[in-house]
């Protein structure tokens, strides 16, 4: 995986005025942009979308036990008397009700459809390394199947829509770090450290700033004739340039009135202000199509889950009711949208520890402006151990909607053709239906 970290260039850039770009209007006819909020460590999203009909609701307070989230808690949501989100989400809620927030329920990792009868026989082929957050974390990101496949879905559509949708910097940016999902097979990604690229400086005297990037460039100038050095030398080329340009162009940002969560730097509430920032300037950089890659981190909790989760679930909605209003705010509501993705579902059994234990299908959340909301997607599984959705018997449910439809989904609505949809998601052939038409 090759990326170019303006966080790794920084240090060495001396900056000028952006001149002509400060002056291009901050629009962008037919701009559109795809932000993926990962939640690492697998996301409990029996406890985000939850029965809410009083017999559905006893029988899944009785599954849950101490897990179970209180009935006269719940958010309910309009044209949906059966399900109701975790208190935590109001905004969720708000945008779900007002038709700019869907939510799709049970998918997962598929490389084919399958039942349960297939999974328990073991006659059907089934993604790599089930259960597992390394693999299962790859398989949602490279969309593939196996997890030897080293480019993602998005570096695959940016690979096929040109390296020109980006502008002057990459189509695709990572606020989170080095991701596979962000990786194509001739495009080239770029990671931005959130809070440090809108002020990408030497923190030295200017003479001693000139003096080090000469020195650091003239090496990057040296012809070594070994390729795997050359290469290396490229990528840290491209990450000065890179920088300087955007740097430049965030000299020139609107200032945002949207206030966005506290945190540290690596805080989601970070992550999606450099990202409203970037797209900001969207026109001074040429960016006619930009994808971006985030990630809340902490849900792997296999004990004292119900405070750990209820906050991390906040945290979310919260960082998306900011990202919202500050595309509203930057009139691109309709252009810009949000989906989660993460490893696998937890399963509805309590383990003896308090937490809940890796599981299969998951529910997702998708909101913007072009989302046709208002709706829950998918099939909801029956909520019993041992069930018809049951893959194990512990209530961890098999996907009725696999990863690569729910991929597919967003990346027509971004300008896939259909034609080259199958080098972006290869197994998306397997599956008659491949819209879901929640976007």
């Given at each position: 995986m090759q990326y170019a970290s303006l966080a790794a260039a920084g240090n060495l850039l001396g900056l000028r005025p952006f001149g002509s770009l400060a002056a291009l209007a901050q629009t962008s006819p037919g701009y559109k942009a795809l932000v993926c909020i990962f939640l690492y460590g697998g996301n409990d999203a029996n406890n985000m979308l939850i029965p809410a009909a009083s017999a559905d609701y006893a029988n899944y307070a009785s599954l849950r036990g101490p897990l179970a989230i209180p009935q006269g808690s719940l958010l309910h949501l309009n044209g949906q008397s059966s399900l109701a989100l975790n208190p935590n989400m109001p905004h969720l809620q708000t945008a779900f009700n007002n038709g700019s927030a869907a939510l799709l329920a049970n998918v997962g990792t598929l490389v084919q459809p399958l039942t349960v009868a297939q999974y328990q026989a073991g006659t059907?082929?089934?993604?790599?390394?089930?259960?597992?957050?390394?693999?299962?974390?790859?398989?949602?990101?490279?969309?593939?199947?196996?997890?030897?496949?080293?480019?993602?879905?998005?570096?695959?559509?940016?690979?096929?829509?040109?390296a020109t949708s980006g502008g002057t910097l990459p189509?695709?940016?990572?606020?989170?770090?080095?991701?596979?999902?962000?990786?194509?097979?001739?495009?080239?990604?770029?990671?931005?450290?959130?809070?440090?690229?809108?002020a990408v400086s030497c923190n030295q005297l200017p003479a001693a700033c000139s003096a080090r990037l000469a020195s650091a460039q003239q090496l990057l100038s040296f012809d070594t004739g070994v390729k795997l050095i050359q290469a290396d030398e490229t990528i840290t080329s491209n990450a000065y340039t890179y920088s300087a340009t955007l740097a430049q162009a965030l000299a020139s940002a609107p200032t945002l009135s949207t206030v966005f969560p506290a945190g540290g730097s690596g805080s989601l509430?970070?992550?999606?202000?450099?990202?409203?920032?970037?797209?900001?300037?969207?026109?001074?950089?040429?960016?006619?199509?930009?994808?971006?890659?985030?990630?809340?981190?902490?849900?792997d909790t296999h004990s004292s889950e119900t405070s750990t989760h209820n906050a991390l679930l906040g945290q979310l909605d919260a960082g998306l009711l900011a990202f919202n209003q500050s595309m509203a705010e930057l009139n691109l509501a309709n252009q810009v949208t949000t989906f989660t993705m993460s490893d696998f579902?937890?399963?509805l059994q309590p383990?003896?520890?308090?937490?809940?234990?890796?599981a299969w299908g998951s529910h997702h959340l998708i909101t913007g402006g072009a989302?046709?909301?208002?709706?829950?997607?998918?099939?909801?599984?029956?909520?019993?151990?041992?069930?018809?959705?049951?893959?194990?018997?512990?209530?961890?449910?098999?996907?009725?909607?696999?990863?690569?439809?729910?991929?597919?989904?967003?990346?027509?609505?971004?300008?896939?053709?259909?034609?080259?949809?199958?080098?972006?998601?290869?197994?998306?052939?397997?599956?008659?239906?491949?819209?879901?038409?929640?976007?």
């Open positions: 059907a082929t089934l993604p790599e390394n089930l259960f597992s957050h390394n693999d299962q974390q790859v398989l949602w990101q490279n969309a593939d199947g196996v997890s030897s496949t080293t480019t993602g879905w998005a570096g695959r559509m940016s690979d096929i829509l040109g189509m695709v940016m990572s606020v989170a770090g080095a991701q596979i999902f962000c990786s194509g097979n001739q495009s080239q990604p770029v990671v931005v450290a959130p809070g440090t690229s809108s509430g970070a992550q999606l202000q450099q990202i409203a920032q970037i797209i900001s300037v969207r026109s001074a950089i040429g960016a006619s199509r930009q994808i971006f890659f985030a990630l809340l981190g902490g849900f579902n937890r399963v383990n003896t520890a308090g937490g809940s234990d890796h989302v046709h909301g208002g709706q829950v997607y998918g099939t909801f599984p029956t909520l019993a151990l041992g069930g018809p959705d049951d893959a194990i018997g512990n209530g961890s449910w098999l996907p009725t909607t696999s990863n690569s439809q729910y991929a597919n989904t967003l990346a027509s609505w971004f300008g896939v053709p259909a034609a080259q949809m199958s080098t972006v998601l290869p197994c998306l052939a397997n599956f008659s239906t491949q819209s879901l038409g929640f976007v």
